[in-house]
C-alpha cells in the first residue's frame, strides 16, 4: 500500500470511446505525475501538476487530457485513443516538485485499446 | 544529451548475490534512485545515492561513482520474492527522473 490509488485497474476500449483513469493520493503531496510504460522501454513522463498547477506537458497528444482538480486528485481523460496507446498508465506522487524526493506511485491503470 | 543504460534481463541462484549495474550520461546530476516493480505492482522505492560510496540497507546495497557515470544495486541472500524489475532512474539539473529501461531479474531455486 503506497497511499497512492489509481482506477480503474484494468480498462479495454475502442479508438472511438472516451474514458478517464481516476488517481487519489492520501499523503498530503503537492506533486502529482502521470507516466506512461510500454514493456521493455523507459517511464515516459507525460504530465506534472504542482499545487494543481501543470507545469510539464511532454508533449503528450492531444488525446490525452489531464485534470487535477485538487492536490489530492489527478485524471486523465482519453478520447479517440490509438492502439499504440495500449500500456500501463502509472500515477505518481510527492511532496512537492523541483526538489529531491521519492516517487509514490500507484499500482496503474493497464490499457488496451482495440 | 542524457542516457541511461542497463541490462535488460538477469538470472540468479536463489541464496546468491546479484549485481546489477546501470550506467548513466549527463551534463547535470541530482542523484540516483533505484526502484523495485514486482510484475502487476507499484514500483516501490529502494534506495537513492547522490554522493560516491556505498549504502547498505538490509541485503540491498547501492553503489554509485559520478566521476565513472556508475551505479549498482547489490541483492544478496536473494530470495524467489527479489523476482522483479529494478529501474534504475537519474535526476537531472532540473530535478527531472530521468529512467532506464529496467532490469528483470529471475531467480531460480
Known amino acids: 500500500e503506497t497511499g497512492v490509488t489509481q482506477t480503474p485497474r484494468h480498462l479495454v476500449m475502442g479508438m472511438t470511446n472516451k474514458k478517464s483513469l481516476k488517481c487519489e493520493q492520501h499523503l498530503g503531496h503537492n506533486a502529482m505525475y502521470w507516466y506512461k510504460q510500454s514493456a521493455k522501454k523507459p517511464l515516459e513522463l507525460m504530465f506534472v501538476y504542482n499545487f494543481k498547477e501543470q507545469t510539464e506537458n511532454n508533449s503528450v497528444p492531444s488525446r490525452f487530457s489531464p485534470e487535477c482538480p485538487n492536490s489530492s486528485h489527478l485524471f486523465l481523460h482519453l478520447h479517440t485513443l490509438q492502439p499504440e496507446d495500449s500500456a500501463l498508465y502509472l500515477c505518481?506522487?510527492?511532496?512537492?516538485?523541483?526538489?529531491?524526493?521519492?516517487?509514490?506511485f500507484g499500482e496503474g491503470s493497464r490499457l488496451t485499446v482495440l | 544529451g542524457q542516457n541511461i543504460d542497463q541490462p535488460t534481463e538477469m538470472t540468479a541462484t536463489e541464496g546468491a548475490i546479484v549485481q546489477i549495474n546501470c550506467t548513466y550520461q549527463t551534463s547535470g546530476f541530482n542523484g540516483l534512485f533505484w526502484y523495485q516493480q514486482h510484475a502487476g505492482e507499484a514500483p516501490t522505492f529502494l534506495s537513492y545515492n547522490v554522493l560516491d560510496g556505498l549504502e547498505e540497507k538490509g541485503r540491498f546495497s547501492s553503489f554509485l561513482s559520478r566521476s565513472k557515470g556508475y551505479s549498482y544495486l547489490l541483492l544478496k541472500e536473494l530470495q524467489m520474492k527479489d523476482s522483479a524489475s529494478y529501474l534504475c532512474a537519474l535526476l537531472d539539473s532540473n530535478y527531472q527522473l530521468i529512467w532506464g529501461a529496467g532490469t528483470k531479474l529471475i531467480i531460480k531455486p
Open positions: 505518481a506522487s510527492r511532496p512537492s516538485g523541483g526538489e529531491v524526493g521519492e516517487l509514490f
